[in-house]
């Protein structure tokens, strides 16, 4: 093997990326969030019916909170676990160039013995 062909082979190992698990872990936080404001939000109007009219002044904020809450984890997840999946398509697609890479270096130095 050249050591030139061994280079280019070490250095496309070392350009390879660790996996990006942080953009899972994200997205499963955000949906953990969007469950539990949605969980949350229907005690909460139960609970909002039975407070005075002037406590449901005060804590009006509370109900839109909790459905942007909502939401915006989910838009957030379903971006996270879209990059996610992107990633670890090239990550697939980068290994396969490389152990093409490395046949094509061995084949002619297997026939050659």
Known sequence: ????DWNRIRRCV?????PVRYASNLAWTMVGI????????????GAKAELSL??????????????????????????????????AKRERTDVR????????IHAPAQSSN
Do not use: C, H, N
């Open 14 to 18: 070392g350009e390879l990326a660790q």
């Open 97 to 104: 160039g490389i152990l093409a890479d490395m046949d094509g």
């Open 34 to 45: 969007a469950i539990s404001a949605v969980l949350a939000l229907l005690p909460w109007q």
């Open 1 to 4: 093997m050249l050591r030139k």
């Open 54 to 87: 002037a406590a449901q002044v005060k804590y009006a904020w509370i109900s839109p909170a909790l459905v942007i809450a909502a939401t915006a984890a989910a838009i957030i997840a379903v971006f996270g676990f879209l990059f996610a999946r992107s990633f």
